[in-house]
C-alpha cells in the first residue's frame, strides 16, 4: 500500500462525492458555468441506485395520489427535456392501464390522467385515452376496459456515464474507483482525502464539497465528516427481474396489485420484459443489497395475475436489486416515501460549504442539479448561468433519429453488421462515428467476443467510458451480459487484463 498523499493538494472549486446520477449531473453542470470539478466515485459509475432502477423517465402517475403535484408537474416536463438532449438513450413510450375497478374507480383515474396530460409541457408525447381490449390482447379475458398514456424510457446507466463525459468535456477531473474516506473545513477550504482501490491516497482542496453519496449519504456525514446529518434517510428496497417477452408490440403495462402499489411490465431490449418493482425497508450494507424470494414472489403473482401468460421462476433470466435513499417524512408505508428530493446546505460565515443531496429521481436529477448550482453560487460569483435545458448529451449531438442514424452508418459503413449499428446507435449515438474513425473492414473491429462485442468497442468503453471491469461493460456501460455466455465473458475478463490491466488513472480517459 503506498500511503503517500500528493505533496500539494490542489484546489478546485467543487469537489463532488459520488458517481451515481445526482453527482455527475451536479458536476456537469457546473463544469459548463466554469467552475473547476473534481468528483469520486468509489466504485464504478452509476453502480449502485443509478443502474438499479425502473429506467423510466416519468411524472409518476401514482405521486398524484400522495399529492406530489410539484415533483410531479417538473418530472413531466423533464420528459421532453430528456428525450430532445440524449434521443439515442431516451425514447417515448406508450403504458397501458388495465382497469380494475374494486382498486380504483375510472373516474379518478380519468382526473389522474387529465393532470397528467396538462401538468407539465408536452409537445412530442401523445394525451391519454381510454381504451377497450379485445381478443388478441395478453391481458386475461376478465380484463376488458384501461386507459394508455405516454411516459419515457432511458438507459439509466448511460445517463449516468453520459453526464460524467458531459462534465469531463467541460474540464471536470472524474475519479472513478477512487472513495473519499474524509474531509475537514479548514481556511475556507475543504481539505478532502480520498483513496483510490489499489489502496493508494491523493488529498485534494476545494472552495464547496457537495455529498451526492445516495444511501450513503447520512453515513458520510456522520462517519467521514463527523458531523451530525441533518435529515434521516431511508432505505427502501426495490427489485426487478427480467423474462423473456412478456407479448408483442412496443408498449409498457403498469399494473395494479391489491396493495394499491403498481408494478411495471416494460418491453427490454427487444427479446425480453422487464418487471419491477417492489418497495421493502431495507437495513443492510446497501452495496450488498439482493432481491429476496418474497419479492420475487410478489412480482410474479401480479404478472399472473394480469396476463394471459403465465411465468415462473424458471422462466427469470436475471434479476436486480437498488436501494432508494429517501429522504425520510416518517411515512409507515415504505411504498408513500417521498420521491422528491431535499438539498441540505451547510454554511457558516468564512466556512466553505457543504451540500448533501437527499433523495430524489432519475427523472429530476437536472433540475436538482440546477437548485444545487443556485444554493451554491453565492460562493462563486463568476458562475454563468443554467445551461443544461437544451445542451445535448454527448452522443445525442446532430442526431436526428436512431433509425436515421442506422442508415447512415450502414450507408458510410457497407460491411458493418446491422444489428451492430442499431445497438451502437442505442448506447453511443452519433459517437457511433468515433467507434469507426479509421475502420475499414470488420477485421479492424478486433476480435469477436462473442454477441457482436468486438475489442474495438472494449479499448473505447476503457478510454472513453472509465469502464474497467468486465462487469462494467457487460451489465452498465452495454447490456451484452444478457446474450454472452459464461465462455464469452471469460474471454472479455482475459481480454481486460492483458490489454487494459487496473492502474490508478490520474484523470481516467
Ligand atoms: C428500484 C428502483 C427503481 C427506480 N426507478 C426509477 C425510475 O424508473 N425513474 C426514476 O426517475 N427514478 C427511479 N429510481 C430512483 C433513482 O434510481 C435514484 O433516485 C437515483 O439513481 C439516485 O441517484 P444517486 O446519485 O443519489 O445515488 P447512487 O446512484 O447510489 O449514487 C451514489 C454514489 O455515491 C458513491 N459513494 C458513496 N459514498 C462514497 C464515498 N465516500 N466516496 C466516493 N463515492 C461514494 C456510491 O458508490 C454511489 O455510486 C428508482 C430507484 C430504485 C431503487
Redesign the pocket.
Known amino acids: 500500500m503506498n500511503h503517500n498523499h500528493s505533496p500539494i493538494a490542489e484546489v478546485y472549486d467543487l469537489a463532488v462525492?459520488?458517481?451515481?446520477?445526482?453527482?455527475?449531473?451536479i458536476a456537469a453542470d457546473a463544469a459548463g458555468r466554469g467552475l473547476s470539478v473534481f468528483l469520486?466515485?468509489?466504485?464504478?459509475?452509476?453502480?449502485?441506485?443509478?443502474?438499479?432502477?425502473?429506467?423510466?423517465?416519468?411524472g409518476?402517475l401514482r405521486y398524484l395520489e400522495h399529492r406530489e403535484f410539484r415533483l410531479v408537474r417538473e418530472?413531466l416536463a423533464e420528459r421532453e427535456v430528456l428525450l430532445a438532449k440524449a434521443p439515442h438513450i431516451v425514447k417515448p413510450l406508450r403504458f397501458i392501464l388495465p382497469h380494475r375497478p374494486h382498486l380504483r374507480p375510472a373516474w379518478m383515474i380519468r382526473a389522474g390522467l387529465f393532470l397528467y396530460d396538462h401538468l407539465g409541457k408536452r409537445k412530442r408525447l401523445p394525451a391519454s385515452r381510454s381504451l377497450r381490449f379485445g381478443a388478441g390482447s395478453p391481458l386475461q379475458a376478465e380484463i376488458t376496459r384501461g386507459f394508455e398514456y405516454s411516459d419515457c424510457w432511458?438507459d439509466?446507466a448511460r445517463l449516468?456515464v453520459l453526464n460524467a463525459m458531459a462534465a469531463r468535456e467541460r474540464g471536470a477531473h472524474i475519479h472513478t474507483r477512487?472513495?473519499?474516506?474524509s474531509a475537514r473545513r479548514s481556511k475556507g477550504l475543504w481539505h478532502i482525502h480520498?483513496e483510490r482501490a489499489d489502496g493508494s491516497l491523493l488529498s485534494i482542496r476545494a472552495r464547496a464539497l457537495v455529498n451526492?453519496?445516495?444511501?450513503?449519504?447520512a453515513?458520510?456525514i456522520k462517519q467521514?465528516l463527523k458531523q451530525q446529518a441533518p435529515y434521516g434517510i431511508r432505505l427502501?428496497?426495490?427489485?426487478?427481474i427480467i423474462v423473456p417477452r412478456l407479448h408483442d408490440g412496443e408498449q409498457a403495462y403498469i399494473l395494479q396489485n391489491e396493495d394499491r402499489r403498481i408494478v411495471?411490465a416494460i418491453p427490454y431490449l427487444e427479446r425480453f420484459s422487464l418487471i419491477?418493482?417492489?418497495?421493502r425497508e431495507y437495513h443492510g450494507d446497501?452495496?450488498a443489497v439482493a432481491i429476496t424470494p418474497e419479492e420475487t414472489r410478489y412480482l410474479l403473482d401480479v404478472v399472473n395475475r394480469h396476463f394471459k401468460r403465465q411465468l415462473s421462476e424458471q422462466d427469470i433470466l436475471h434479476s436486480y436489486?437498488?436501494?432508494?435513499?429517501?429522504c425520510d417524512d416518517e411515512s409507515a408505508d415504505p411504498s408513500a416515501v417521498t420521491?422528491d428530493?431535499t438539498l441540505s446546505l451547510s454554511a457558516h460565515p468564512g466556512a466553505a460549504p457543504l451540500l448533501s443531496?437527499f433523495?430524489?429521481?432519475?427523472?429530476?436529477?437536472r433540475k436538482l442539479a440546477e437548485a444545487a448550482m443556485a444554493q451554491l453560487t453565492p460562493w462563486f460569483p463568476f458562475a454563468k448561468g443554467p445551461w443544461t435545458a437544451t445542451a445535448p448529451l454527448p452522443g445525442g449531438e446532430q442526431m436526428d433519429t436512431r433509425s436515421a442514424l442506422v442508415e447512415a452508418l450502414c450507408s458510410s459503413f457497407g460491411w458493418l453488421p446491422t444489428a451492430i449499428a442499431r445497438r451502437w446507435a442505442n448506447l453511443y449515438g452519433s459517437r457511433s462515428w468515433h467507434l469507426l474513425r479509421g475502420v475499414r473492414e470488420l477485421a479492424d473491429l478486433g476480435e469477436h467476443l462473442g454477441a457482436g462485442l468486438y475489442t474495438r468497442e472494449v479499448d473505447y468503453l476503457c478510454q472513453e467510458e472509465w469502464a474497467v471491469s468486465a462487469e462494467d461493460i457487460l451489465w452498465r456501460r452495454t447490456k451484452l451480459g444478457l446474450f454472452m455466455s459464461a465462455g464469452q465473458q471469460a474471454r472479455l475478463v482475459q481480454y481486460l487484463k492483458q490489454e487494459h490491466p487496473r492502474r490508478p488513472r490520474a484523470n481516467a480517459a
Open positions: 462525492v459520488g458517481g451515481g446520477i445526482n453527482g455527475v449531473g469520486c466515485e468509489k466504485d464504478d459509475l452509476a453502480q449502485h441506485t443509478s443502474s438499479a432502477s425502473s429506467k423510466l423517465i416519468h409518476g418530472a432511458v439509466d449516468v477512487t472513495r473519499c474516506v480520498l451526492a453519496a445516495g444511501p450513503w449519504v453515513r458520510f467521514d427502501i428496497q426495490g427489485s426487478h411495471f419491477g418493482t417492489t418497495d446497501p452495496a436489486a437498488g436501494v432508494r435513499p429517501l420521491r428530493y443531496v433523495g430524489g429521481k432519475l427523472t429530476t436529477y
